[in-house]
């Protein structure tokens, strides 16, 4: 006899629940691989851009396995697809530690960004329609979506684009959480600003343009300071009113 008592989620296959977090991340430095020897084939690339590109990859699963919800077992599609835009983050880390080959093939790379940047839209509607969005989800994309700004600002002081100004477009993020440490108050959730979400597709938008290999250093640094200026102002418009709710309660 069917016990009915069981959730109907507890009946769902084996395959519906998806392979644990710890293989899929193993899985996921398995297209690490074959992405490098496809580049490698493809761009003749260094050989030393698998340890480099394997290493930013295994840190950001690191990472990932220290912030795991020990309740959940699998990442869901969203989170795969976040994941897969990791990749090809750690794709564009990694070759930075090789400028040459960087100067030779920016475009390749500038596609390669791109891609990432059109996945980060992916993995919110799937998150939709897939009902897997989660906290960690969505803390996932958001400290993805950082370290994939301060790396495209990094790449652009490797290709002598511009100077090292532009890390404070990278670096804006890591400090408003650093301040959080000092100031409880600016840990307070945020309301949803399309001004914000703008603000963010702008930057990253600007920063690729900047690493276009037919833009030069004077029309990179005029774009790049004008989403920095937005930046600053969007900043400053959520640390006022953070500042301005911070006794309330929540």
């Given at each position: 006899?069917?016990?009915?008592?069981?959730?109907?989620?507890?009946?769902?296959?084996?395959?519906?629940?998806?392979?644990?977090?710890?293989?899929?991340?193993?899985?996921?430095?398995?297209?690490?691989?074959?992405?490098?020897?496809?580049?490698?084939?493809?761009?003749?690339?260094?050989?030393g851009?698998?340890?480099?590109?394997?290493?930013?990859?295994?840190?950001?699963?690191?990472?990932?396995?220290?912030?795991?919800?020990?309740?959940?077992?699998?990442?869901g599609?969203?989170?795969?697809?976040t994941?897969?835009?990791?990749?090809?983050?750690?794709?564009?880390?990694?070759s930075?530690?090789?400028?040459?080959?960087?100067?030779?093939?920016?475009?390749?790379?500038?596609?390669?960004?791109?891609?990432?940047?059109?996945?980060?839209?992916?993995?919110?509607?799937?998150?939709?329609?897939?009902?897997?969005a989660?906290?960690?989800?969505?803390?996932?994309?958001?400290?993805?979506?950082?370290?994939?700004?301060?790396?495209?600002?990094?790449?652009?002081?490797?290709?002598?684009?511009?100077?090292?100004?532009?890390?404070?477009?990278?670096?804006?993020?890591?400090?408003?959480?650093?301040?959080?440490?000092?100031?409880?108050?600016?840990?307070?959730?945020?309301?949803?600003?399309?001004?914000?979400?703008?603000?963010?597709?702008?930057?990253?938008?600007?920063?690729?343009?900047?690493?276009?290999?037919?833009?030069?250093?004077?029309?990179?640094?005029?774009?790049?300071?004008?989403?920095?200026?937005?930046?600053?102002?969007?900043?400053?418009?959520?640390?006022?009113?953070?500042?301005?709710?911070?006794?309330?309660?929540?």
């Open positions: 006899m069917r016990d009915s008592s069981r959730p109907p989620q507890a009946r769902r296959p084996a395959w519906a629940h998806g392979l644990p977090a710890g293989m899929e991340l193993l899985a996921g430095l398995g297209l690490v691989g074959l992405l490098v020897e496809a580049v490698q084939w493809r761009l003749a690339a260094p050989r851009l698998g340890w480099s590109v394997g290493g930013v990859y295994l840190g950001m699963a690191l990472i990932i396995l220290w912030a795991w919800p020990a309740a959940r077992r699998w990442l599609w969203a989170n795969r697809v994941l897969l835009r990791a990749v090809l983050i750690a794709l564009l880390a990694g930075m530690a090789f400028p040459a080959f960087m100067e030779r093939h920016v475009l390749e790379m500038t596609w390669v960004a791109l891609l990432a940047l059109c996945l980060d839209g992916i993995d919110g509607w799937v998150a939709r329609h897939t009902h897997s989660s906290d960690f989800g969505a803390r996932f994309d958001m400290e993805l979506d950082a370290f994939f700004i301060m790396v495209l600002c990094c790449a652009l002081i490797v290709l002598d684009k511009l100077g090292g100004w532009v890390l404070v477009v990278g670096a804006m993020r890591y400090t408003f959480v650093a301040a959080g440490h000092a100031w409880t108050w600016l840990r307070r959730p945020l309301f949803p600003s399309l001004r914000r979400k703008a603000v963010c597709v702008w930057q990253v938008a600007s920063l690729l343009v900047a690493l276009l290999p037919w833009v030069s250093s004077f029309w990179a640094a005029l774009c790049v300071g004008v989403a920095l200026a937005l930046l600053i102002y969007s900043f400053a418009r959520d640390v006022v009113w953070l500042y301005h709710h911070r006794h309330m309660g929540g």
